[in-house]
T-cell receptor, first 112, second 113 residues
Framework: DAGITQSPRHKVTETGTPVTLRCHQT?????MYWYRQDPGHGLRLIHY???????DKGEVSDGYSVSRSKTEDFLLTLESATSSQTSVYFC???????????FGDGTRLSIL | AQSVTQLDSHVSVSEGTPVLLRCNYS??????LFWYVQHPNKGLQLLLK??????LVKGINGFEAEFKKSETSFHLTKPSAHMSDAAEYFC???????????FGTGTRLTIIP
């Protein structure tokens, strides 16, 4: 939706390994976001970006880092994955100037 | 601070009957309110949004929601349920700008044939 692509769509990895998830948008939105979705919690904001190289923490940022070197790409990195980070991760873009946020289709991440 | 409570975790209705999904919110400012729908293994799709214009908001697929400030509610309705409406629905609130969203925990809608 709204030109947002997440990769990979599924990933299984082991505890302690680094993981990077990629979000790519084609709509030139200034704002981009990473959320995680867990049963009983809805979506919770991990980090967001308000421009190239400009990022800020969300509600559940511990254990995650982000980078944005280009307008169209927003990367989420788990430096050393833990089982508690098993979740579905959603990227979104938009959310300013009366524009609602639009979401990608998600990445299902399992950490064993 | 902002928060949102979806009063039902699961709602079941028969095809062709009305749908009501309930949402209450808390916000320190004049809020923006949204309903998103999520079909299995998909991302979230915007159904409708309220941003301080008309209190009755019409969205896609026949859904609508009414902003009631006195009741701090933003319930989602549809006159006649269709099988394709089966999904999870999220009520979302934002203070001021739309960059900081707070999600409800979701309501799973089941449609009985």
């Amino acid at each position: 939706d709204a030109g947002i692509t997440q990769s990979p769509r599924h990933k299984v990895t082991e505890t302690g390994t680094p993981v990077t998830l990629r979000c790519h948008q084609t709509e030139n939105h200034r704002y981009m976001y990473w959320y995680r979705q867990d049963p009983g919690h809805g979506l919770r904001l991990i980090h967001y970006s308000y421009g190239v190289k400009d990022t800020d923490k969300g509600e559940v940022s511990d254990g995650y880092s982000v980078s944005r070197s280009k307008t169209e790409d927003f990367l989420l990195t788990l430096e050393s994955a833990t089982s508690s980070q098993t979740s579905v991760y959603f990227c979104a873009a938009g959310g300013r100037e009366s524009q609602p946020q639009h979401f990608g289709d998600g990445t299902r991440l399992s950490i064993l | 601070a902002q928060s949102v409570t979806q009063l039902d975790s699961h709602v079941s209705v028969s095809e062709g009957t009305p749908v009501l999904l309930r949402c209450n919110y808390s916000s320190s400012y004049s809020p923006s309110l949204f309903w998103y729908v999520q079909h299995p293994n998909k991302g979230l799709q915007l159904l409708l949004k309220y941003t301080s214009a008309a209190t009755l908001v019409k969205g896609i697929n026949g859904f609508e929601a009414e902003f009631k400030k006195s009741e701090t509610s933003f319930h989602l309705t549809k006159p006649s349920a269709h099988m394709s409406d089966a999904a999870e629905y999220f009520c979302v609130v934002s203070d001021g700008g739309n960059e900081k969203l707070t999600f409800g925990t979701g309501t799973r809608l089941t449609i009985i044939p």
